[in-house]
């Protein structure tokens, strides 16, 4: 196994992207457009000795027409809420574009007035129509007005600790759960002094039951023809997946807090083994390597099927969002910034160096016709079979993933620890969520 090079990426993980920012932009005395970007590249290390490559490469390329200044990024490690990324659109300093890891959030900063609408801008753009359709459909508002452009994709996958297995008397080289009552009967199997069988933490993603409603065929939020959404937490699917999650937590198969933790916290449960199962992304990667956590050490699988049989796989996209305060020429400026970061040359340039340096990443583009896998040469087949099966049958659910709202996912603790009847807990967060949200969201239409 190649000695690991932590990844600095301009594209992270769904879960944890850091807020990416271009300042507005001002027109300079010399006829150029402003534009200042958080520095990624104050450092040759890793994958960032390629990303200084090509923002040389830009300046020598548009520098008489766009000059692009630098600035430290943010600091937190979690600011993928709607609160902190609206401030910083209405902040003094309000960047041009950010980079966010949810349609949520998209859609949300859109419905706020904070975000503009990009399709007049990249609708004869080869460079954006080169993405897959899949993520073009998850940067549409319901309208099929384009509002974000395609960043990065992410699946999410379970990952099981060799160790946990093994000391279960499972062979981790076979091993595979393919049902909800496989999962049940290997995270029982394997709930020990030594591990937690399974993880279930609020803050694993904010859509971590998601994943299980989703692997039941449930769907969150339906479109109606006008555009407008109406939601189905309440769906026998909805209902059925909570059920699963209940069952794991009463029986004391998983951690006792399955309340909002702090991501830095949860992450520590998780680099030290506490828990034997767990939510997985893949471009989560660099965070356990830097822990000295080795893909070798760790088993993927897909998420198993519900008992309805009707199974979904989803594909994430996190997405850039352009500041609705931008002149025309200001926008357009940071799209062409933004095009030639998200290029098919630029990701062709990056796997060959990564695959040249030795530098391990994960970034899983949403540029079609990229042979990236070539350069994962050092990652376990198992983990690049999964990866690629996830992908290949993944479905968009960015509709879904708008209906599946913050009020909905503050709630499911207390659903799933209470005594009370999940139906109606699921049905007094709809109201919650159609009267607070939903409501507003629909008026737009």
């Known amino acids: 196994m190649k000695k690991y090079i932590k990844v600095i990426s301009l594209l992270l993980s769904v879960a944890i992207i850091a807020t990416c920012m271009v300042g507005c932009g001002s ?49 937190s490690s979690d600011t993928n809420d709607v609160q902190n990324l609206s401030a910083v659109l209405i902040s003094n300093d309000a960047p041009a574009f950010i980079n966010v890891s949810s349609t949520i959030y998209m859609k949300d900063l859109y419905n706020m007035g904070l975000i503009r609408d990009i399709t007049d801008l990249v609708k004869d753009s080869e460079t954006f129509n080169k993405n897959t359709k899949l993520s073009i459909e998850a940067c549409k508002y319901s309208d099929g007005k384009i509002i974000g452009y395609p960043a990065a994709a992410e699946v999410p996958l379970l990952g099981f600790y060799n160790s946990a297995l093994s000391e279960a008397g499972y062979n981790p080289a076979t091993f595979s759960v393919k049902t909800w009552d496989e999962y049940y009967k290997s995270v029982k199997k394997m709930n020990t002094s030594a591990h937690k069988g399974a993880s279930l933490f609020a803050s694993e993603f ?94 993927l699988s897909m998420f198993p099927k519900g008992p309805s049989g009707e199974y979904t796989n ?121 009267k607070e949200w939903l409501n507003t969201y629909n008026k737009k239409k």
């Open 27 to 75: 027109k300079s005395k010399g006829g150029k457009v402003t534009i200042t970007v958080p520095d990624l590249v104050l450092n040759s290390l890793g994958s960032n000795a390629y990303l200084q490559q090509k923002q040389e490469e830009f300046n020598r390329l548009y520098g008489d027409e766009i000059e692009v200044k630098h600035i430290l990024p943010t600091t």
């Open 206 to 299: 904010f859509l971590w039951p998601n994943n299980w409603i989703l692997s039941n065929g449930g769907r969150i939020a339906l479109q109606n023809t006008d555009g407008t959404i109406k939601l189905n937490y309440t769906d026998s699917k909805v209902v059925e997946a909570i059920e699963f999650l209940q069952k794991l937590y009463k029986e004391k198969l998983t951690n006792s807090n399955i309340g909002y933790t702090d991501i830095d916290s949860m992450f520590s449960s998780i680099y030290n083994k506490q828990v034997a199962s767990f939510t997985m992304y893949p471009t989560w990667l660099s965070r356990f390597v830097d822990s000295g956590i080795e893909p070798n050490q760790i088993t």
């Open 314 to 434: 989803v594909m994430y996209v996190s997405s850039i969002v352009f500041n609705a305060s931008l002149t025309d020429e200001e926008a357009k400026a940071a799209i062409k910034y933004v095009e030639f970061m998200h290029s098919e040359e630029y990701y062709k340039g990056y796997y060959e160096f990564c695959k040249n340096n030795g530098v391990s990443q994960f970034t899983i583009p949403c540029v079609e016709g990229i042979d990236w896998w070539s350069s994962l040469t050092d990652f376990p087949q198992q983990w690049i079979e999964v990866i690629k099966t996830a992908i290949k049958t993944a479905e968009d659910i960015s509709l879904d993933s708008t209906g599946f709202s913050t009020y909905i996912s503050a709630d499911l603790p207390s659903i799933i620890t209470g005594s009370g009847k999940i139906s109606d807990g699921l049905a007094a967060s709809e109201k919650t969520a159609i």
